[in-house]
């Protein structure tokens, strides 16, 4: 098939280079030229472990290439595939602006006599009925009556964690399929020929919805972790053999995940998608007061780590954080509590060192350049090289996930890892 993936950020780069991987042409469409460029150069615009292996291969093989502007590449394309942000609004709604431009943009593209439809299916997380109420208005608005016949409306969440994406797109938990009345898509059974999932096919509210369930659980989870957690550091017990006691239970108390206490949940979908569903909650007269706690007690973790990470510490000490990103094995500051642990020891007066080799001040680009930038606008002189790391002398090193068995490190060298709580 040949396959157009609108949106070029840590979603649809990940598409683009397995659904190249897997035989099909891919043609990315990005408004920043920096990624176009970069993929037309078989690179991945964004860091994700084996994603540049997968991106060279493809290109080497004439399979993959990118533009900024469609002109007539979707007149031969079986599947496009939206990927674009749907970040926080200012109310805590998702912001719709990029989906309606980039589904205007397909309309306009779009030749309404096309002898087989377009699937257009949406990856990115929305608000139940956007479907309905926003995307194909803007296509019959455009296309008319030709709308049935033209395309083929899908929306396919994805479910991949940042550092594992490449494993996660091919061994997903599940594959969710959403159509007008939960019909069969023939074009997205052949996207997924084998993929070993469980596949649900069902209406388009049902899979829109999946996201938000989902995401805010895993907030429920990490927050619920982290609340048991700090309850026992401060007890002096030991949080990890109680969370040892806790899992084992896979009868009652489900599975591991998301339920070791350490760090705060950030990153690009959980904050944002738990804000989106306490507007939903609100607008639609639900009351979700579990759901409206999980922001505020992430955030009193976040205080909490930094009150543990600087116990005995007169400002002015010299602090390496280690690890930027909301996780390790990625490039992605958005909403990371590491940029957060970062203002916050800046603003108590403490000189501070970052050390992360994943980021890199030229390689930012779109909401992460801006969120870099809006919290951290000191971030270039921050950021230290491995081996200015290891000459320095620190009075503490807070490590925020595993980077920090890179370094060599003196023996005496105080570490505090706010990843976990022991």
Not at 30 to 57: F, H, M, W
Not at 88 to 115: C, E
Request: with cysteine; glycine share 8%.
């Amino acid at each position: 098939m040949k396959v157009a993936i609108f949106g070029l950020g840590y979603v649809g780069s990940t598409a683009a280079g397995c659904i190249a991987s897997q035989g099909h042409t891919v043609i990315g469409v990005d408004v920043s030229a920096a990624k176009v460029e970069t993929l037309n150069a078989g690179r991945a615009p964004v860091y994700e472990p084996g994603l540049e292996e997968l991106i060279a291969a493809a290109h080497a093989d004439g399979r993959i290439s990118a533009v900024a502007t469609l002109t007539d590449e979707l007149d031969d394309c079986d599947l496009a595939v939206v990927c674009v942000g749907t970040p926080s609004g200012v109310d805590g709604a998702h912001n719709m602006s990029y989906i309606a431009q980039v589904t205007r943009s397909i309309a306009t593209a779009l030749k309404p006599d096309r002898t087989k439809p377009l699937t257009l299916a949406y990856r990115s997380t929305m608000r139940p009925g956007s479907c309905e109420n926003i995307i194909w208005p803007i296509l019959e608005s455009h296309l008319g009556d030709a709308a049935a016949s033209a395309v083929e409306l899908v929306y396919n969440p994805e479910f991949l964690r940042e550092a594992s994406a490449i494993e996660d797109y091919f061994h997903p938990p599940k594959i969710v399929i959403g159509t007008l009345g939960g019909k069969p898509s023939a074009t997205m059974a052949k996207l997924h020929e084998g993929i070993e999932a469980p596949v649900f096919e069902v209406g388009l509210r049902e899979a829109e919805i999946t996201k938000f369930v989902d995401n805010s659980w895993h907030a429920v989870k990490v927050a619920f972790a982290n609340e048991i957690g700090r309850v026992c550091q401060n007890l002096g017990i030991s949080a990890k053999t109680v969370h040892e006691i806790f899992v084992s239970d896979t009868k009652l108390n489900i599975s591991p995940h998301y339920t070791r206490p350490g760090g705060a949940f950030g990153g690009s979908c959980l904050p944002k998608d738990v804000r989106a569903l306490q507007y939903i909650a609100a607008d639609t007269g639900s009351a979700t007061h579990l759901v409206d706690s999980l922001l505020r007690s992430n955030e009193a973790h976040k205080h909490h780590q930094f009150v543990k990470a600087t116990e005995g510490l007169a400002p002015g000490a010299k602090v390496l954080l280690v690890g930027l990103a909301f996780k390790a094995e990625t490039d992605d500051l958005r909403e990371s509590p590491a940029v957060d642990m970062a203002r916050k020891l800046l603003e108590a007066g403490y000189d501070l060192d970052v050390y992360d080799p994943h980021i890199a001040p030229e390689n930012l680009v779109g909401q992460n350049l801006g969120y870099a930038y809006s919290l951290l606008p000191q971030i270039d002189d921050l950021l230290v090289a491995k081996e200015e790391a290891e000459r320095r002398d620190y009075a503490v090193i807070v490590a925020t996930n595993r980077l920090v068995g890179d370094l060599a490190l003196g023996a005496g060298t105080r570490i505090v890892d706010i990843s976990v709580i022991a």
